[in-house]
C-alpha cells in the first residue's frame, strides 16, 4: 500500500510543527536507532483542555504525518479525551497507512501520553509506567534505548 | 515549482537505449523462432545469440564459451554460489564480505542452513576489503571467495585484481558480483584471475530480465535449472533471443563510450559532493572518494531521515534512493552503511545518487535548488536538531 493522499498532505503541510516556550507537558518517544523520534509540546488549561499542540518529529514520511495529523486530533480537546485516542483512529484519520508503518501511529499516541504523563509528574500526579508500543514490557525493555552513537 | 524531472537513481536501473530496442525489436517480430529448432526462421533466432556472446565474451577479455545467459543479477549470483558449491568435493568454505548485494549475502544465508561455512569478512570505513584479510581467512576447507566488484549503494570499488591473485595461488575459485561494475568500469576476467563474474543487462542501459555469467573454462559448477540443452547444458530454458541480443548491444555501447562518459560523470559527481558538502552542515560523504563507481554519490545528511527527503525529492520530481530502514523494508538502516561503522542514526539520513550518461549540469544545478531546502525543512522539525541547535549534542 502505498501512502494516501492525506498521509501526502500532512507529510507536505505538516500542521502545528515546531516548540511551545512555556509548555506545560512534552512527551518524546522512539530513538534514532530505530529512525524516528517524536516530540510533543503542550499547552493544558487550568481546566485541563489542550489549548496549543506543537510537535518536532525526525522520521519517516508516515511519522512526520501521524504526529501532525495526531496533533490536529487533540487541539482543544480535554486531556481526558486525548488519553483516549487511540493509534488506530490516527490510521483511520489518515485514510490508512501501509502495514510497515503502523508502528508510526503508536509513536503519535505514545508521545501524546508520555506527554500528558509529564503534565500529571509537573502537577504531581503519580501515572502509571506507559507499556512498551513494541514489546508491551512494562518498560523494562530495551526498545526504546537511547542510542549510543557519536 | 518546475515540473523538470530528473533521474539519479541509476544504480536502480536504467532506461533501454534506443539504439538497443531497435537492435531488439526485430526478435520481438518476424524473427521469434526459438534458436533451438532447426529451420531457417529459428537460424536467424541461434546467430543472434551466438553473436551477442561472443560480442560479451570479447568485451571482458573472455571465451564465447564462457558466457552463459540468465534471467537476472540474482539469478546469476544465486547458480555462482550454489553451483560451485554442490559441485565440490573439496570442502565447504566461503569466503565473502558484508557488504554484499542480498543476492550474495541471502544465498549464503540459505547455504549456511545447509551445513556450509561461510565468513564474512569487514570492510574499512570507505567500504574496502583488505586482501591480507581475504588471505587471512582462507582455509583447506575453502572452495569459493566472492568479492563484489563495484558496492551498489556506496559505489567503493574492490581491489578485485589482487583477490584474484590471492584465489589463484591457493586453488580457491574467485566469484566477482560486477552488476554495477560492468558497463561502468572496465573488466578484464584474465587480468584480473576472476574465475566467475555476475552481470545484469539493465544497469548498463540495456533491458531488463537478462544477465550473464560468466564461467572460465574448467570451473565445476552444478547447474540450477536442469531442462533443455540450452546454455550448453547448463541452463536451461528457452533464450530470451531480445533481450540477450540487447544485452550485447547495451554492453558493446557502454564500453565504446565508457572513457568519455566516466570524465563527465566523475566530475559531475566530484561537483555534487563539493558542493552540498560545503554548503550544507552535517553532511557526510559515505564510501571511498576517488575509488568510487563514476556516477556514484552516497551523502548521510545528519538528524534527518531518508525517506523523507525520498518523498521530498520526488515531489520536486527527482528520482533517488536510500539506504534508510524505511526504504529498505526492514527495521534497520542498510547493512553497508552499518558495515562501514556509521551509527544507526546516520546510516537512516542517507541519500544515494547515481548518475548516468543522460545526466547534465543543469540536473546537478535544478538539484541544489531543491535540495538544502528540503534538507533544512527536515531539520526545522526534526528533536535531534533542536538539540544540536540547542548545543546539546553539538560537534
Known sequence: MEYTQKVLDHFTNPRNVGEIEDANGVGEVGNAKCGDIMKMYLKISDDDIITDVKFKTYGCGAAIATSSVATEMIKGKSVDEALRLKNSEVVEELGGLPSAKIHCSVLAEEAIKKAIGDYYTRKGIFVEEQKCCCCENDGACKCHQEPEEE | ?395
Request: glycine share 8%.
Open chain 2, 1 to 395: 515549482m518546475s515540473c523538470k524531472s530528473v533521474y539519479f537513481d541509476h544504480g536502480a536501473t536504467t532506461f533501454t537505449r534506443p539504439e538497443v530496442l531497435a537492435e531488439m525489436l526485430p526478435y520481438f517480430g518476424q524473427m521469434y523462432g526459438n534458436p533451438s529448432s532447426i529451420y531457417k526462421l529459428a537460424k536467424s533466432s541461434k546467430y543472434a545469440i551466438d553473436n551477442a556472446r561472443s560480442t560479451i565474451a570479447e568485451l571482458i577479455n573472455a571465451d564465447s564459451k564462457e558466457i552463459y545467459f540468465t534471467g537476472s543479477g540474482s539469478e546469476g549470483d544465486n547458480w555462482a554460489l550454489k553451483g560451485v558449491m554442490y559441485a565440490s568435493t573439496k570442502g565447504n568454505h566461503i569466503i565473502t564480505t558484508s557488504i554484499e548485494h542480498h543476492a550474495i549475502l541471502h544465498t549464503c544465508k540459505y547455504l549456511e542452513k545447509e551445513g556450509y561455512k561461510v565468513t564474512y569478512l569487514p570492510v574499512d570505513e570507505y567500504g574496502r576489503v583488505n586482501p591480507k584479510d581475504v588471505e587471512a581467512a582462507i582455509t583447506d576447507k575453502t572452495v569459493l571467495i566472492s568479492v563484489m566488484f563495484a558496492n551498489n549503494e556506496i559505489g567503493t570499488i574492490q581491489p578485485i585484481k589482487e583477490i584474484g591473485e590471492i584465489a589463484r595461488r591457493h586453488g580457491v575459485y574467485f566469484h566477482t558480483d560486477a552488476v554495477q561494475a560492468a558497463g561502468h568500469i572496465p573488466i578484464d576476467v584474465e587480468d584480473m584471475n576472476i574465475d566467475i563474474l555476475t552481470m545484469s543487462a539493465h544497469k548498463f542501459n540495456g533491458p531488463k530480465g537478462v544477465g550473464a555469467l560468466y564461467i572460465k573454462k574448467g570451473v565445476k559448477m552444478y547447474n540450477l535449472i536442469e531442462g533443455g540443452s540450452q546454455e550448453r547444458k547448463r541452463r536451461a530454458g528457452t533464450e530470451n533471443v531480445p533481450g540477450i541480443v540487447g544485452m550485447a548491444k547495451a554492453l558493446k555501447m557502454s564500453c565504446e563510450h565508457m572513457e568519455e562518459v566516466n570524465k563527465n560523470l566523475i566530475r559531475m559527481r566530484d561537483r555534487i559532493i563539493k558542493e552540498v558538502t560545503e554548503n550544507i552542515p552535517y553532511v557526510k560523504l559515505n564510501g571511498h572518494p576517488t575509488q568510487r563507481l563514476p556516477g556514484n554519490v552516497n551523502l548521510s545528511f545528519k538528524y534527518i531521515e531518508g525517506e523523507s527527503l525520498l518523498l521530498f525529492l520526488d515531489i520536486n520530481n527527482i528520482c533517488a534512493s536510500s539506504g534508510s530502514a524505511c526504504t529498505s523494508g526492514s527495521l534497520d538502516p542498510s547493512h553497508v552503511l552499518l558495515a562501514i561503522g556509521l551509527p544507526h542514526g546516520i546510516a537512516h539520513g542517507s541519500l544515494r545518487l547515481s548518475l548516468g550518461y543522460e545526466n547534465t549540469d543543469d540536473d546537478i544545478d535544478y538539484l541544489f535548488t531543491v535540495l538544502p531546502g528540503i534538507v533544512d525543512r527536515l531539520r526545522q522539525m526534526s528533536p535531534l536538531y533542536e538539540e544540536v541547535l540547542k548545543g546539546d549534542k553539538g560537534e
